[in-house]
DNA sequence: ATTATATTGCACACGACTGTGCAAGTTACG
DNA sequence: CGTAACTTGCACAGTCGTGTGCAATATAAT
């Protein structure tokens, strides 16, 4: 294998990841063109258009886990602030899989790939409400759902508009504990007074 | 012009609500079976299948804009509470627009239509945030398309879950105080004190 | 330099969907 | 009734996307 190739490969995912969060049904033409590429030259590289996505969603969930792997506190409240922290660092891949959670045959893949996050989500979450510092007002798994629907609209925002990161790391951990019960006070409070939810 | 005719335009503009909902490029015939018609007929009533999508818009925002046209109240945080519990009742055409209101080519239409609404959404958040019953640490249009996603959101879950009407309607108005800086347990107290915003 | 490896352009088959024309059928309505 | 309004089925053209075959060309690597 030559090394322009594996070069390649790279670019076109890459390219996938922007061009499907535009139109999440975007023809390989335009992925191709992103890249550099033809269109005829993807098919190089991947059998068919479902093994770029397929590949994109996969390896994007390992990153993902990845990230969120070390995360662990004593507190659910913070650890859900830390889970949305890094988070941060993962925002193409997470927004391709958003992309794909509700539409497309690829939901199943999707929604496996998510799913050791979302438990994760959703253990804190219990937690929390168990011992009072979650809202007890909505259903666990209810509100998993609202949680990660206000992290991904958090997201969306930090990148359509080009916010400053530090902005947009606080952001989607304001709108996370926001959902999850706290005012915008004692969230502010709460991530002020922890500093492993710096920017870094 | 004879009756089963405009009965028959009316089922084909439900059939689309509802296939719509399900997937947002959903083809005539798929549309036209669940209104129990042939594909051909369809051109019968619409010239174009974009005729078809923006009567579909235009007419639920003029249902939305009815909706929250008499709404006012002193205190702006009601005022976007009352905004919400509207907006329940009108959950279907809502969510056929949130669905075009990012894909496809009619998201410029879908944006004009919901402008008055937004605007009405950004004023009273301006408002609170001015006398400080609304957060102020997130700028007035960013908060304003954030209580956007979050009452999307909440209707979605509303919808998909087949909540009980109460509850859902109580968890729009929730979400969206939540997000504008209440705490769980403020957001209800003020729910609770309001006798507008009851469940009727 | 030579060779294995990649990329390209073009042609083609295939499928899904839109929009149209038209003749034959069905149904509401006066 | 009988007629005008509506529906249907089918055929067809046009568009856009995928996936493949192949010959020509460019490029990395030894």
């Given amino acids: 294998m030559r090394r322009d190739a594996v070069e390649n490969r790279e670019a076109l995912l890459a390219a996938a990841r922007i061009e499907l969060n535009l139109d999440a049904d975007a023809p390989l033409e335009a992925i191709a063109a992103r890249a550099g590429l033809s269109r005829r030259s993807v098919y190089g590289h991947f059998a068919t258009r479902d093994d770029l996505l397929r590949e994109l969603i996969t390896s994007g969930a390992t990153r993902v886990a990845g ?14 602030a830390l889970i949305a922290s890094r988070l941060w660092r993962e925002v193409e891949d997470i ?15 999707t929604a496996d790939a998510l799913a050791p996050l979302r438990a994760r989500v959703a253990e804190a ?19 998993a759902r609202l949680v990660e629907d206000a992290a991904l609209s958090a997201l969306a925002e930090a990148s359509t508009d ?22 915008a006070d004692a969230a502010a409070a709460l991530i002020d007074s922890h500093p492993e939810l710096d920017w870094s």
């Fill in 162 to 183: 080009a916010m400053p990161g530090p902005a947009a790391h606080r952001l989607v951990m304001l709108l996370v504990l926001g959902t999850v019960g706290l005012s």
């Fill in 95 to 109: 927004r391709v899989m958003a992309v794909f959670a509700v539409r497309g045959p690829l939901k199943g893949l």
């Fill in 125 to 143: 979450i219990a937690e929390g409400a168990r011992d009072g510092s979650v809202r007890g007002d909505i259903p666990v798994a209810r509100l």
């Fill in 67 to 80: 990230a969120v792997a070390g995360v662990d506190h004593e507190h659910p409240v913070v650890r859900l």
